[in-house]
Each structure stands twice: as C-alpha cells, then as structure tokens.
C-alpha cells in the first residue's frame, strides 16, 4: 500500500510539473506570437504609408530582394513577379498606364494572423482616354524578417482592372 501511495504522488507531482511547463510553454508562444504579429503590421503599415507617400527608399527597403507577388488578372501587368525587381518594373509600367495618376486612397482594414497581414486597400487611377480605376483591394502580405516576402493581391473587380491595365 505504501509503496502504491509513492507512485500516485509520483505520478501526481510529474503531472503538475507537466502542467507548469505547458502553461509556460503557452504563454511563451502566444508572447512569441503577438510579437511576430505586432512586426508584421509594423512592417506592412510601414510599407503602406510608403506606397502613399511614393518613398521608393522606404519600399526598396521593406521588400525582400526575393519576394513572390502574385497580381491578379489577364493584363499587362499581372502575373507573378519573382523578385523586388520585377515588382518595381511593374508599379513603373502601372504608373506609366495611368498618365502617373495611380494612388492608394484609402487603407480600410488592416488585419494580422501571425506573419501574415491582410489589408483591405482601395485605389484610384485615371487615363487621358477617360479609362478610370476605383476599386478595393485585398492584399495578403507575409513577413519575414523585417522585410515582406509575399504578396497575393485580390481585386474586388478584376474585370474593370483587366480594362484599365489593357488585355
């Protein structure tokens, strides 16, 4: 009997020990967690605010040098970039279609889960032909790093944007 009584508070004391360490290990991740998402919206509210105020430093710098952005659309510039490279030449041929009137209006919601951000965005851009873009935006931005390493962009009206950026 004694030696049944050992083993149960053996067994209980273990199990206390693994609640402790599960509890901690908890509180640690979620501690983890909320910091990786605080510099996830950090770095993409950053990135936003760039794009408004046309601070291509500012880009360069928040863009990995190998990030994957995925455009929507049958256009002239969609498609998936491979490269922060790729991703500028695009903006640049999108600045040029839109007579250099592309801007980001309005940043409506902004929305983490773990590294990854989602923003609903909406832009505006007009041509001289009288062909006009107003249409939001759902941008999906992974972070990695300090830096954005991918980028999935929806549009809310993906026919409007195959006109605007020409088939």
Request: aromatic share 6%; with cysteine; net charge neutral.
């Amino acid at each position: 009997m004694k030696r049944l009584v050992i083993i149960c508070l053996t067994a209980l004391s273990s199990y206390g020990y693994a609640q402790k360490t599960i509890t901690s290990n908890t509180i640690i991740n979620k501690s983890n967690t909320k910091i990786m998402e605080t510099e996830a919206k950090k770095v993409v509210t950053e990135f936003l605010t760039a794009v408004q105020n046309g601070d291509n430093q500012k880009l360069a710098e928040l863009l990995s040098p190998e990030i994957k952005w995925s455009q929507p659309g049958n256009n002239r510039v969609s498609g998936i970039k491979n490269s922060n490279m790729e991703v500028f030449q695009m903006v640049g041929k999108m600045f040029e279609l839109s007579s250099n009137t592309l801007r980001l209006a309005d940043i409506k919601s902004i929305s983490v889960n773990g590294n990854k951000v989602a923003c609903l965005l909406h832009w505006n851009a007009a041509q001289p032909a009288g062909g006009v873009l107003d249409v939001d935006n759902i941008d999906v931005y992974t972070v990695e790093n300090g830096q954005i390493t991918n980028a999935d962009i929806y549009s809310a009206d993906l026919a409007k944007e195959n006109a605007f950026w020409g088939e």
